[in-house]
């Protein structure tokens, strides 16, 4: 009885003590094992179903159940054989690619503005985080933060996004989610 009484307690100690580390919580884990990446995502968020006109480089989303332009992406593209994500560029580099593509997109009328580009190492493999706005006609400013990486001879880029109002709200939320992100 004792035994079981201080597993439970030590299980909801160490809960406690990871929700005070990161000091989010209510995120949950999503694992492609398949594919070779997962990430965390917040809680009340359901998968979207894609149906068979979207894009075949995008590989999941999900969306929240309230606030339904806020959403999350998981894009997977070809890079070049033997092409590491240093090789594609500097943070810099690779983050403002991104956005000439954004801008230069002919499916509509979408300005982006970069606002931050860093490199990170976790587990021997390296990502490039972005952050960056987004203005669309119709949604207004959108706030992005997204994580880049190679693996296997593709580029992953696992995106968040939200309306700019609500950034503050979910900012700690999507910096945990967006450095969650890892590929095999």
């Known amino acids: 009885m004792f035994k079981s009484f201080c597993a439970g307690l030590l299980i909801v100690m160490s809960l406690l003590v990871t929700s005070c580390a990161t000091g989010v919580t209510g995120l949950q884990s999503y694992v ?8 965390l995502y917040p ?9 068979t006109s979207a894009r075949k480089a995008v590989d999941v989303v999900f969306r929240d159940l309230v606030e339904r332009t806020e959403n999350l992406s998981v894009i997977i593209n070809d ?3 033997g092409k590491t ?3 594609l560029g500097s943070p810099s580099e690779v983050g403002y690619r991104l956005l000439k593509a954004i801008n230069n997109n ?19 493999k390296k990502y490039y ?5 987004e203005e669309l006609p119709e949604q207004g400013t ?3 933060i997204a994580s880049v990486a190679v693996s296997r001879g593709k580029i992953f880029t696992f995106n ?8 503050d709200t979910v900012k700690d939320a999507f910096e945990v989610a967006v450095k969650s992100f890892t590929v095999r």
């Open 32 to 39: 492609n094992t398949s594919k070779g990446y997962e990430f």
């Open 43 to 51: 809680n009340g968020w359901i998968p979207v179903n894609l149906g």
């Open 79 to 81: 890079v070049p054989d």
């Open 85 to 87: 994500l240093e090789d």
């Open 106 to 124: 002919p499916e509509g009328e979408r300005e982006a503005e970069f606002i931050r580009a860093e490199a990170r190492e976790n587990k021997d």
């Open 129 to 133: 985080l972005l952050e960056y706005e």
């Open 142 to 144: 959108r706030h992005n």
């Open 160 to 167: 968040l996004s939200t309306p700019e109002k609500r950034w």
